[in-house]
């Protein structure tokens, strides 16, 4: 079920309308019901793949608790985490590696002359599963470290696993936070729970959320896979474009989904953590990731670069820990060389950059550089945003030669003249469809100035402006959904990327 469907038109307000009815005590059923049924539209026997995993993640917790009840050697616990990552871990793997596993296998058989493996059996990747495996996986580490208690109540910690809103793409929520409101979920009041300013929230946040998928991301990708599709005919104007505009894509793409399910859950009553924060106006790779999909690069940075020793030690082993982590992270968003070396790219701009930061500052300070100044500051933003869509480049090709040959193409295909012969017309999208864009970029690049100058969020700073101004923002944007919103025949509703991950 998708967040830009009429099916989750119909599923929300139904949805909401029955939680703010039914009695406390069993309104986390009622979500965990809706939560099981919006994840079975998909696929419903996959539904059993989440129930184990959510089993199996509480059943560790709950032994974690008696081992800490009965004094058990820490050598115990460890092996009950390690059993529960090893179980879900595995899991993972098979749904999502197997292929990639028993292609590079293949390769190399075919080229020591042996025969290959055939495919033993077939079977479709189940949506949002790398998602809600770190959130369960999480939880263990969490109840470990006894940073949370275990949960004793296993429908409610499902529904924590399950939770509608953020289950297929994120956030990807800590127990820390999601968890314990579930556990508060009884003790809201008629007051909190229908709380007017609350609801008109989180309905405007999901709002923009809708306004970043179905007008920019949605109006955009016609572009990109116009390029991409056909890379081989274009020069270097033109990918430039393409790369450039997916990375607009892919974070309004993204940033929607996890905006409307911030919104979606703020309606009802809970709060999930922010999971961009105007990433393309970071002044660094480090201040990117720092932006980027928060959820994410925390969990890798809590239960995988820290547990090696993060920067807590030598130099050549901080490397280490980078580069593991960005490489493990590459291949956590799919099951291809090419996204193995995004990460890894990622993870090499990183070390060059702390390589080469005593050297860059002795320079600024030579050529007296205002790091202060405007100009400087918008230096290494621009910079940023180059490497940053160089190495999305290898994250959206569908291999690594192609995104190889592409890079080459870029830089011995030059065509300067289509800067000025309307070529940038012909990509998918008509002059109209193109000012469309433009102007719907405009109103992106705003409300991002507007979070990053006022460290808050849209919905925070219409808040603190006059219901006049309230009433029009939101009327801007419903129209612009409405009269511009890419709805496809018969509204083929788009797929969020991040649904294959």
């Not at 956030?171 to 008629?190: A, F, G, H």
């Not at 160089?390 to 030669?401: K, V």
């Not at 939101?474 to 991950?501: E, H, K, T």
Request: proline share 2%; net charge positive; aromatic share 20%.
């Amino acid at each position: 079920m998708l967040f830009n469907s009429f099916h989750f038109i119909l599923f929300f307000p139904a949805v909401v309308l029955v939680y703010f009815i039914v009695p406390r005590k069993i309104r986390y059923l009622w979500l965990l019901f809706a939560s099981y049924y919006f994840y079975m539209s998909w696929n419903a026997k996959y539904a059993v793949l989440i129930a184990f995993s959510t089993f199996v993640t509480w059943g560790s917790g709950i032994l974690l608790g008696l081992c800490r009840k009965r004094g058990a050697k820490s050598t115990v616990k460890k092996w009950v985490v390690a059993l529960s990552f090893v179980i879900n871990l595995s899991i993972l793997a098979f749904f999502k590696y197997f292929d990639f596993a028993l292609g590079n296998v293949n390769v190399l058989l075919e080229s020591l002359g042996w025969k290959v493996v055939e495919r033993p059996f077939d079977f479709i990747l189940p949506v949002g599963i790398s998602f809600y495996t770190f959130q369960a996986l999480s939880y263990t580490m969490d109840v470990y470290r006894e940073e949370i208690e275990p949960e004793k109540n296993i429908l409610k910690y499902a529904l924590f696993v399950s939770f509608f809103p953020q289950l297929v793409a994120g956030p990807i929520e800590r127990s820390k936070n999601l968890l314990v409101q579930i556990e508060q979920i009884d003790r809201l009041d008629w007051k909190t729970l229908y709380q007017y300013d609350r609801i008109a929230s989180g309905l405007r946040i999901m709002l923009w959320g809708y306004f970043l998928k179905m007008v920019i991301a949605d109006r955009i990708a016609i572009l990109v896979n116009t390029v991409y599709d056909a890379w081989y005919f274009y020069g270097t104007v033109e990918l430039v474009l393409a790369a450039a505009a997916f990375s607009i894509q892919i974070y309004c793409d993204f940033a929607s989904y996890s905006t409307i399910a911030v919104g979606a859950a703020k309606v009802m009553g809970f709060t999930l953590m922010e999971n961009f924060d105007t990433p393309y106006f970071s002044r660094s790779i480090r201040e990117f990731w720092r932006r980027w999909h928060i959820s994410l690069s925390t969990w890798f940075k809590d239960y995988l670069y820290i547990p090696m020793g993060g920067s807590r030690c030598g130099r050549l082993k901080r490397h280490r820990n980078m580069m593991v982590t960005f490489l493990v992270s590459g291949l956590w968003h799919g099951a291809s060389w090419h996204f193995v070396v995004w990460g890894g790219i990622h993870g090499l701009f990183q070390v060059i950059a702390a390589e080469t930061r005593g050297v860059r500052d002795r320079l600024y300070e030579k050529c007296n550089t205002k790091c202060a100044s405007f100009s400087f500051r918008f230096g290494q933003v621009a910079a940023t945003f180059v490497l940053t869509t160089f190495a999305w480049i290898f994250f959206r090709a569908e291999t690594l030669s192609q995104a190889c040959s592409y890079i080459g193409r870029i830089f011995t295909k030059p065509d300067w003249w289509a800067l000025s012969d309307g070529t940038v017309y012909r990509l998918g999208l008509k002059r109209m469809e193109m000012n469309i864009l433009l102007s719907s970029l405009w109103i992106l690049f705003a409300v991002s100035v507007v979070k990053y100058k006022n460290k808050e969020t849209l919905d925070v700073f219409l808040a603190k402006q006059c219901a006049w101004f309230r009433w029009l923002a939101v009327a801007v944007l419903f129209a612009y959904i409405f009269l511009f919103g890419i709805y496809g025949p018969g509204f083929d509703a788009s797929q969020f990327i991040y649904f294959q991950f």
